[in-house]
């Protein structure tokens, strides 16, 4: 079992950046899949970034794409989410969450039932 705390989010201008990190607990951090999801306001729960095991296979959704980088130190059991550019639209709550069978099918990381272990979450809000 892991846990996961998430920290860095806050309220920013758009064109802003953030750096949100997840930090895990216990000894097999890299056994672990990671992924960050996002939910905004009266809206479903999104797939955001992906990143396997050792870092070779990521994902991102379109949307954050070439401004949205995921990257991991299995020494420091920490997964961050380097956010630039930030727009409106980037404003949720954000979750970094584990999947320890390690899935790296496109089709299954996007999907939330592919993650056992959540964080609480980060808030991130982006003024116009």
């Known amino acids: 079992q892991v846990q996961l705390v998430e920290s860095g989010g806050g309220l920013v201008q758009a064109g802003a950046s953030l750096r949100l990190s997840c930090a895990a607990s216990?000894?097999?951090?890299?056994?672990?899949?990671m992924g960050w999801f996002r939910q905004a306001p009266g809206k479903e729960r999104e797939f955001v970034a992906h990143i396997s095991r050792s870092g070779g296979i990521i994902y991102y959704q379109n949307s954050v794409k070439g401004r949205f980088t995921i990257f991991r130190d299995n020494a420091k059991n920490t997964v961050y989410l380097q956010m630039n550019s930030l727009k409106p639209e980037d404003t949720a709550v954000y979750y970094c969450?584990?999947?320890?069978?390690?899935?790296?099918?496109?089709?299954?990381?996007?999907?939330?039932?592919?993650?056992?272990?959540w964080g609480q979450g980060t808030q991130v809000t982006v003024s116009s």
């Open positions: 216990g000894r097999t951090f890299s056994s672990y899949a």
């Open positions: 969450a584990a999947d320890p069978r390690s899935i790296t099918q496109a089709t299954d990381v996007i999907a939330s039932r592919t993650y056992d272990y």
